[in-house]
């Protein structure tokens, strides 16, 4: 029996909540207050409560939550910052939009987070900051960063947009860390495949440091305080009221679909157990000990794996590539005099990765077309 699967569908998720978010919308359409506001202020503490941090601060979108980040820690023309180029653009865009230099360092060929052991020897007089991105919903490996950060006097920003809810917790650590706490700022986004999406776009900026966290919530509005007089030059970056009535109520089921996520990723695994003899060089997701994962996609490594993606879809079953590209060979970024092989562990990683359908309403039996028809793939 032939079924289809999406990659992605919200429309379930949607449904399931849509009287809730229609008298949440109702509420701000009496107000009529559209900007900030107390909506604004709820999501903000419930999500500073969720990351066990001191502060957070709406944004207009996770791309901004991480200019305005490098914005409130001075961060400038000629200044470089340490990024991996195996992760979503706005990483290293937000580090070109402030003048600054994106440094690549290439990634973890298990977890395809950034490698803490190549950090060391790009750092230079000119290094402010090292911006890991937790990727896929799995924390980088945070204790060596922290430490070079610390020698070095580097502030650390963290990339937790797929990251919402996840954990780094080292096998000597007796509680888990949060994404988005460890680092001098965190930023999130709530665009709406993340795993708390917003009805546009939307993000959030946490920080322990009442400094740093003030210097934010002036930057996104113009760095006006009191109204029309300006301390700094800001930017026009403020949550809108209406999404954040809409990300009050998803966020009370964020760890119900987290959770489901989580089912779905042990699920897969159980479905594979039988493929990698089959297959040589599949390989799963690997958390590395301790870790939460939130699974914001579940992303296996395959050969031929253009063929197979090729093939899926003429079978109804929908996948996605994170990322084909990575960002040192991207055309913007032909500036840094990157080559092809620079970075291999990101090349080989945009070459042979694939990212299956994860979300939270997905269902067993889809889960389970999914695996056979990629079984019937390697058997053909
Ligand atoms: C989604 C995402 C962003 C940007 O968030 P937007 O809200 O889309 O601007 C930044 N970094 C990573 C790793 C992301 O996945």
Not at 99 to 116: K, L, M, R, S
Not at 229 to 237: A, E, L, M, P
Request: proline letters at 6%.
């Amino acid at each position: 029996m032939k079924m289809n699967v999406p990659f992605f569908d919200l429309k379930p998720q949607s449904l399931s909540l849509k009287e809730e978010i229609q008298s949440a919308i109702d509420e701000v359409f009496e107000t009529q207050q559209f900007i900030l506001g107390a909506q604004v202020e709820a999501i903000e503490k419930a999500i500073a409560q969720y990351c066990q941090t001191t502060y957070a601060i709406g944004v207009a979108s996770g791309s901004d939550a991480l200019f305005l980040s490098l914005m409130a820690l001075g961060i400038g023309p000629g200044d470089e910052v340490i990024l991996p180029p195996f992760t979503f653009f706005a990483t290293a865009g937000s580090v070109s939009r402030i003048e600054a230099i994106p440094v690549f360092v290439d990634i973890d060929p298990q977890t395809y987070n950034i490698d803490p052991l190549k950090i060391v020897e790009k750092i230079t007089e000119r290094t402010k900051a090292i911006l890991p991105v937790h990727l896929f919903g799995q924390c980088a490996d945070m204790d060596p960063i922290l430490q070079i950060a610390k020698r070095r006097n580097l502030f650390i920003i963290e990339d937790a947009a797929q990251a919402l809810g996840s954990e780094y917790k080292p096998s000597f650590d007796s509680k888990g860390r949060k994404a988005g706490q460890m680092g001098d700022l965190g930023c999130f986004s709530f665009y709406p495949t993340k795993n708390l999406g917003a009805f546009g776009d939307a993000g959030m900026v946490v920080a322990n440091d009442s400094l740093l966290a003030e210097k934010v919530r002036l930057l996104r509005a113009h760095g006006s305080r009191p109204k029309y007089y300006h301390k700094w030059i800001g930017i026009n970056s403020r949550l809108d009221t209406m999404q954040a009535a809409i990300l009050l109520v998803k966020f009370k089921y964020l760890e119900k679909w987290t959770e489901a996520r989580q089912r779905h990723a042990r699920k897969y695994e159980k479905l594979f157990q039988d493929l990698p003899s089959l297959v040589g060089e599949l390989r799963l997701p690997v958390i590395q000990y301790g870790n939460r994962h939130i699974f914001n996609q579940y992303v296996i490594r395959v050969p031929k794996r253009d063929q197979l993606r090729k093939f899926l879809a003429e079978e109804g079953i929908g996948t996605d590539i994170y990322y084909p590209l990575p960002l040192h060979l991207q055309e913007c970024f032909s500036f840094l005099k990157h080559r092809q092989g620079d970075f291999p562990i990101s090349e080989k990683a945009a070459d042979e990765t694939l990212a299956l359908p994860i979300f939270p309403e997905l269902t067993e039996d889809q889960q389970e077309m999914v695996v056979d028809r990629i079984r019937a793939f390697y058997k053909k």
